[in-house]
């Protein structure tokens, strides 16, 4: 093994280290990312939030996930559109139902009893730390799982109206990311997508400052990115999921996209989110590609952004939806 092989080690390993003491610290206490308690939520307004699990077949195992259903849906035998929401990182399918993060649940129905969206079914998978990619190795397919398995099981088990115009999809952070990228691999799947404080996968990540690079956080991050693109990176599987070279050689023109990040978000000084964002803009506007891009002053990073920003994201994806 090299010098640079080494390296790439070492810090796999550091940050294995971390991701092990993080798990350690909330073992010892329930992490207030994550909802313990299972039991649906029946919210005032007639709608139900439900926690379910269901084998998939690019994954071979059971996966977690959790559906709104609306306030109609018990009361009558209609259909309805589906926004799939993918999370960030170290969250999961339970993640937009806490206090801690406003428990959205709330909003959107209000939103729907108010008539700003109409009547929809919206599903939040678990994603683990995956960036909803397939890893360069196979073995896991995250990305398969939200295209392939997680349609079909929610198309066959609940009453969801099928094709692209009765499905957006969005995320936070890495599901941010994993929404824009999915998004633009696969407009036919979708009529719209929205991301808020979108990571944004492409080489600038990848050649940081040398005072970025040596920091724990950096560290963790670029071995997780590892475990889904190889270390080294193969660079093939990377520019395959680069969101800029997606933008400028996609067929995105019928794809209706929206995005935005806070100017305070904790991640500009680590991974340079903003500049992450702007470029992808920029790359979008030299592809002509349509598009909405926010940037908001003094916002935060993650489910903060999405409770400040929703009541203009949710609109936007839902615009295609027909009740």
């Known amino acids: 093994m090299g010098i640079a092989g080494k390296s790439h080690r070492l810090v796999y390993l550091a940050a294995l280290g971390l991701a092990a003491c993080l798990a350690l610290r909330f073992a010892a206490q329930e992490d207030p990312r994550r909802r313990s308690d299972l039991t649906p939520i029946d919210l005032p307004g007639g709608s139900r939030v439900e926690f379910k699990a269901f084998f998939s077949k690019s994954l071979n195992r059971q996966q977690q996930y959790s559906i709104f ?11 309805y559109p589906v926004v799939y929401f993918l999370h960030g990182l170290n969250n ?4 937009w139902t806490v206090d801690r993060y406003g428990s ?3 909003k959107i129905e209000r939103m729907i009893l108010s008539k700003k969206i109409p009547e929809i079914i919206m599903v939040h998978p678990d994603g683990d730390n995956s960036f909803y990619t397939n890893s360069a190795d196979g073995s896991l397919r995250f990305e398969d799982f939200i295209v392939a398995d997680m349609i079909e099981h929610v198309e066959k088990e609940y009453r969801a109206r099928s094709g692209r ?27 719209a997508v929205a991301a808020h404080s979108p990571i944004v996968l492409s080489d600038g990540l990848l050649n940081v400052a040398e005072e970025v690079s040596g920091t724990r956080f950096y560290q963790f991050f670029r071995a997780m990115l590892g475990r889904i693109f190889g270390d080294p990176i193969d660079k093939k599987h990377w520019e395959e999921n680069d969101l800029l ?3 400028r050689r996609g067929n ?17 000084s680590s991974i340079r989110l903003d500049e992450g964002c702007r470029a992808l803009h920029r790359a979008l506007e030299r592809a002509g590609v349509r598009h909405i891009f926010k940037e908001r002053e ?11 920003s929703i009541e203009e994201s949710l609109p936007f994806l839902c615009q295609d939806f027909r009740n």
């Not at 999961?92 to 993640?95: D, G, K, L, M, P």
């Open 104 to 106: 959205l649940q709330e």
């Open 298 to 308: 003094g916002e935060p990073h993650g489910w903060a952004l999405v409770n400040s």
């Open 92 to 95: 999961n399918h339970t993640s």
């Open 245 to 247: 070279v997606l933008a």
């Open 69 to 79: 259903l609306p306030p109609g849906y018990g009361r009558s035998k209609k259909s």
């Open 252 to 268: 995105l023109k019928g794809l209706r996209i929206f995005f935005d990040y806070g100017t305070a978000d904790r991640y500009i």
């Open 165 to 191: 115009q009765n499905r957006a999809i969005a995320g936070t952070s890495m599901g941010g990311y994993g929404a824009l990228k999915i998004a633009f691999k696969h407009p036919q799947l979708y009529s």
